[in-house]
């Protein structure tokens, strides 16, 4: 069988977020509520591990765990097809060969939007990137609530295994972490976030 981005392999990650939508779908019946449509999101999760490939992160597990375990605790607060495949397809952009406008053609503008929102993108007045916490200031003053819970979960995903980067750049996340995120965490439209569990995870690495 070709493997393509149209292909959706089972692993461990894929599984469990699956198992998940179902489970929230089933929920969802219960409360006559909206359902999402897993055979898209599905769509999002092939895309994801296509693109990531074999990409690896320092932990030495598939980088693509990452953008599906961070879908899956969104979905947990945000049971929305656009925004699960939009944290699916997060890190796209920056650190693959897919482009917005393959993200526009193959899913929506909407999901093309939170992708590129969630950017981390060259300032073109310093030439720097911008950091993950000027990404999250620029959402949320753009109101964009589903872009600032992908975020958040983006890095507190990123916070429990830090352990796996060097000091240096530990203190650089915390210190970013308790600057910009526990900020906004903190407010009451985003504490379902848990800003405890942040500095919890922070005070960890401390040093």
């Given at each position: 069988?070709?493997?393509?981005?149209?292909?959706?392999?089972?692993?461990?990650?894929?599984?469990?977020?699956?198992?998940?939508?179902?489970?929230?779908?089933?929920?969802?019946?219960?409360?006559?509520?909206?359902?999402?449509?897993?055979?898209?999101?599905?769509?999002?999760?092939?895309?994801?591990?296509?693109?990531?490939g074999s990409q690896i992160r320092k932990s030495g597990e598939p980088y693509y765990s990452h953008p599906i375990i961070v879908a899956e605790m969104v979905a947990e607060k945000k049971f929305k097809e656009d925004v699960i495949i939009g944290a699916l397809l997060h890190d796209t952009l920056e650190d693959t060969t897919l482009t917005l406008s393959d993200i526009e053609?193959?899913?929506?503008?909407?999901?093309?939007?939170?992708?590129?929102?969630?950017?981390?993108?060259?300032?073109?007045?310093?030439?720097?990137?911008?950091?993950?916490?000027?990404?999250?200031?620029?959402?949320?003053?753009?109101?964009?609530?589903?872009?600032?819970?992908?975020?958040?979960?983006?890095?507190?995903?990123?916070?429990?295994?830090?352990?796996?980067?060097?000091?240096?750049?530990?203190?650089?996340?915390?210190?970013?972490?308790?600057?910009?995120?526990?900020?906004?965490?903190?407010?009451?439209?985003?504490?379902?976030?848990?800003?405890?569990?942040?500095?919890?995870?922070?005070?960890?690495?401390?040093?």
């Open positions: 069988m070709t493997h393509n981005k149209y292909t959706l392999e089972h692993c461990i990650y894929s599984d469990s977020l699956l198992n998940k939508l179902e489970e929230l779908n089933n929920n969802q019946i219960q409360y006559k509520n909206e359902q999402v449509d897993i055979t898209y999101i599905k769509k999002g999760l092939s895309f994801a591990k296509y693109y990531h053609l193959e899913f929506s503008t909407r999901i093309a939007e939170i992708v590129d929102r969630l950017t981390r993108k060259i300032d073109p007045i310093t030439n720097k990137k911008m950091s993950a916490g000027e990404c999250l200031i620029q959402s949320f003053l753009l109101k964009d609530d589903d872009v600032t819970l992908i975020k958040m979960f983006d890095r507190f995903h990123n916070i429990s295994t830090i352990n796996y980067m060097s000091k240096e750049k530990q203190k650089r996340i915390i210190d970013e972490t308790l600057r910009d995120f526990y900020i906004i965490s903190s407010l009451k439209e985003y504490n379902l976030f848990l800003p405890n569990i942040v500095t919890s995870e922070c005070d960890n690495f401390l040093f």
